[in-house]
């Protein structure tokens, strides 16, 4: 079995890196790090590099798509060496798709707190493996562990399966592209009193900022920072025991890996991002404004698939629009937002090209992680339908006078998402 076969090689590569066999590397990929890489293997220390660090934000694409072996480099570390004020980090999820109150996510950071806030001032090691994990009565255990060594393996550019280890956690990870986009995240904590798993099968392809390009693709998807999505929704699995309670469920999953060379604090003005499924639609969409931006600009990545089908994976600021809905009398639809804008909800609307418009309200449900003020985020619920009448942009939710123009009927579903809000 697959998932047996990840396990193996996760215990396998939880053995010192001198006991693996040499490799012919099969291809110079475009980029070289000297993050402790050698034979296709990158080694993340835990002490910080004094000087700067290189962040990578493109690839070469020659072809339309990306092979499998490709695919995979996306999770390679995206900066040469981590300093003080640079970050690079792995997040997967799982919502459960009969109960958005229950998720589980777990991130492999490698930042400091000055480059990302969100995390501990007092952590030990700039390369920490966190969860949250939210039950449905609405409790959420969140903890982390910090890791002595980060080991990247099958991410060179040349293999189609890899592994993540954050040595010292109990935390990895497991890949493979070929024949299908699988993930298995193990946790394996005694410290935390965490064991178990979080599966993915990917059931659509994977979405970079501005989609494929022409010779070659951005990853920068706003500026200083970096994105790729390797798994925009999958099948998720999650058999977790936490501190003695069983955590288990199905539904929507999703992995990204994102990045900067310089701290998070100096490049957010707002950041909306969330991702989930309705009906036989797929749907990730970021919207954010920069910091002291005198242009104004809003940077967006909108990818919808529907039946596993990519329809859009693009960065065209006029294919999606994100806006936050607030409760009566309070700040919360604000936008541009400010800190402590808190909203009930989002509206989103995605141009679908010939298909119409996607249009959808996300409700919350429950605040999975945050400080209520710069950051939260929730899982919710999905509300939508295509329009495909120009003349209907407007809420899902209100009344149709045109009943004839080609609706299709109310799509639901379920979602993961969060706000920053910095500008005060
Ligand atoms: C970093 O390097 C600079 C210049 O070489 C040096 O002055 C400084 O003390 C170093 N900082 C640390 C924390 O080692
Ligand atoms: C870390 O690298 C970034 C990007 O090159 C640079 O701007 C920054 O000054 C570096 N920080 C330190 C502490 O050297
Ligand atoms: C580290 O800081 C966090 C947040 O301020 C606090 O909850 C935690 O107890 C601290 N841990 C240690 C070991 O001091
Ligand atoms: C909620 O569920 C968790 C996990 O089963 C349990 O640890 C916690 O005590 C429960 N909380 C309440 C308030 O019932
Ligand atoms: C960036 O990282 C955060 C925190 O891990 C994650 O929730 C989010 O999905 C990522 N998204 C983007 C667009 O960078
Ligand atoms: C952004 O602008 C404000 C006010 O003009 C200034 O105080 C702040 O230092 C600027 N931040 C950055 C990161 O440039
Ligand atoms: C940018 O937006 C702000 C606030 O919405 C507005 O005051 C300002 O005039 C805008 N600047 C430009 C160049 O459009």
Same mark, same amino acid.
């Given at each position: 079995?697959?998932?047996?076969?990840?396990?193996?090689?996760?215990?396998?590569?939880?053995?010192?890196?001198?006991?693996?066999? =040499?490799?012919?590397?099969?291809?110079?990929?475009?980029?070289?790090?000297?993050?402790?890489?050698?034979?296709?293997?990158?080694?993340?220390?835990?002490?910080?590099?004094?000087?700067?660090?290189?962040?990578?934000?493109?690839?070469?694409?020659?072809?339309?798509?990306?092979?499998?072996?490709?695919?995979?480099?996306?999770?390679?570390?995206?900066?040469? %060496?981590?300093?003080?004020?640079?970050?690079?980090?792995?997040?997967?999820?799982?919502?459960?798709?009969?109960?958005?109150?229950?998720?589980?996510?777990?991130?492999?950071?490698?930042?400091?707190?000055?480059?990302?806030?969100?995390?501990?001032?007092?952590?030990?090691?700039?390369?920490?493996?966190?969860?949250?994990? +939210?039950?449905?009565?609405?409790?959420?255990?969140?903890?982390?562990?910090?890791?002595?060594?980060?080991?990247?393996?099958? *991410?060179?550019?040349?293999?189609? @399966?890899?592994?993540?280890?954050?040595?010292?956690?109990?935390?990895?990870?497991?890949?493979?592209?070929?024949?299908?986009?699988?993930?298995?995240?193990? &946790?394996?904590?005694? =410290?935390?009193?965490?064991?178990?798993?979080?599966?993915?099968?990917?059931?659509?392809?994977?979405?970079?900022?501005?989609?494929?390009?022409?010779?070659?693709?951005?990853?920068?998807?706003?500026?200083?920072?970096?994105?790729?999505?390797?798994?925009?929704?999958?099948?998720?699995?999650?058999?977790?025991?936490?501190?003695?309670?069983?955590?288990?469920?199905?539904?929507?999953?999703?992995?990204? =890996?994102?990045?900067?060379?310089?701290?998070?604090?100096?490049?957010?003005?707002?950041?909306?991002?969330?991702?989930?499924?309705?009906?036989?639609?797929?749907?990730?969409?970021?919207?954010?404004?920069?910091?002291?931006?005198? %242009?104004? +600009?809003?940077?967006?990545?909108?990818?919808?698939?529907?039946?596993?089908?990519?329809?859009?994976?693009?960065?065209?600021?006029?294919?999606?629009?994100?806006?936050? *809905?607030?409760?009566?009398?309070?700040?919360?639809?604000?936008?541009?937002?400010?800190?402590?804008?808190?909203?009930?909800?989002?509206?989103?609307?995605?141009?679908?090209?010939? @298909?119409?418009?996607?249009?959808?309200?996300?409700?919350?449900?429950?605040?999975?992680?945050?400080?209520?003020?710069?950051? &939260?985020?929730?899982?919710?619920?999905?509300?939508?339908?295509?329009?495909?009448?120009?003349?209907?942009?407007?809420?899902?939710?209100?009344?149709?006078?045109?009943?004839?123009?080609?609706?299709?009927?109310?799509?639901?579903?379920?979602?993961?998402?969060?706000?920053?809000?910095?500008?005060?």
């Amino acid at each position: 079995m697959f998932t047996t076969r990840l396990l193996m090689l996760v215990i396998c590569l939880a053995i010192p890196s001198s006991a693996f066999p =040499k490799r012919q590397m099969g291809s110079i990929s475009p980029y070289t790090p000297n993050i402790g890489r050698s034979n296709g293997i990158y080694q993340i220390p835990s002490t910080l590099y004094n000087g700067s660090s290189k962040a990578q934000f493109d690839i070469q694409t020659e072809t339309s798509t990306l092979d499998t072996s490709t695919l995979l480099s996306l999770d390679a570390p995206k900066l040469d %060496t981590i300093n003080a004020s640079v970050f690079d980090w792995w997040y997967f999820d799982v919502v459960s798709e009969t109960n958005p109150d229950v998720l589980l996510t777990i991130t492999f950071f490698s930042s400091t707190a000055a480059a990302f806030p969100f995390l501990f001032a007092n952590q030990s090691s700039p390369l920490t493996a966190w969860i949250w994990a +939210s039950f449905a009565n609405g409790t959420v255990f969140a903890d982390y562990v910090p890791a002595t060594v980060a080991t990247l393996t099958g *991410v060179d550019g040349t293999h189609t @399966e890899g592994a993540g280890i954050w040595h010292e956690t109990g935390f990895a990870w497991g890949a493979s592209t070929a024949p299908q986009t699988r993930y298995e995240v193990t &946790v394996a904590s005694e =410290k935390l009193q965490v064991h178990g798993r979080l599966g993915l099968t990917a059931t659509v392809p994977y979405h970079l900022p501005c989609g494929i390009q022409k010779e070659k693709s951005i990853l920068e998807i706003a500026p200083h920072i970096g994105w790729v999505n390797l798994v925009p929704d999958a099948e998720g699995v999650v058999d977790m025991n936490i501190r003695g309670s069983t955590l288990s469920f199905r539904g929507p999953g999703y992995h990204d =890996k994102n990045w900067s060379d310089r701290p998070f604090m100096e490049s957010v003005e707002s950041w909306y991002w969330g991702h989930g499924r309705l009906g036989p639609y797929s749907i990730v969409w970021f919207n954010f404004l920069a910091l002291n931006d005198t %242009t104004n +600009s809003t940077y967006v990545s909108s990818y919808v698939a529907k039946d596993g089908n990519v329809l859009v994976s693009a960065c065209d600021a006029s294919l999606l629009t994100v806006r936050p *809905v607030g409760s009566p009398g309070t700040t919360g639809g604000r936008y541009p937002p400010m800190a402590g804008d808190i909203p009930e909800g989002f509206h989103l609307d995605f141009d679908l090209g010939e @298909e119409g418009h996607l249009l959808v309200n996300v409700l919350m449900r429950a605040v999975v992680a945050g400080d209520g003020e710069y950051y &939260v985020r929730w899982t919710g619920d999905l509300a939508g339908e295509v329009s495909r009448s120009e003349s209907t942009l407007r809420g899902p939710c209100l009344p149709s006078s045109e009943s004839e123009q080609g609706r299709e009927d109310a799509l639901i579903g379920v979602a993961v998402f969060e706000q920053f809000v910095v500008l005060e």
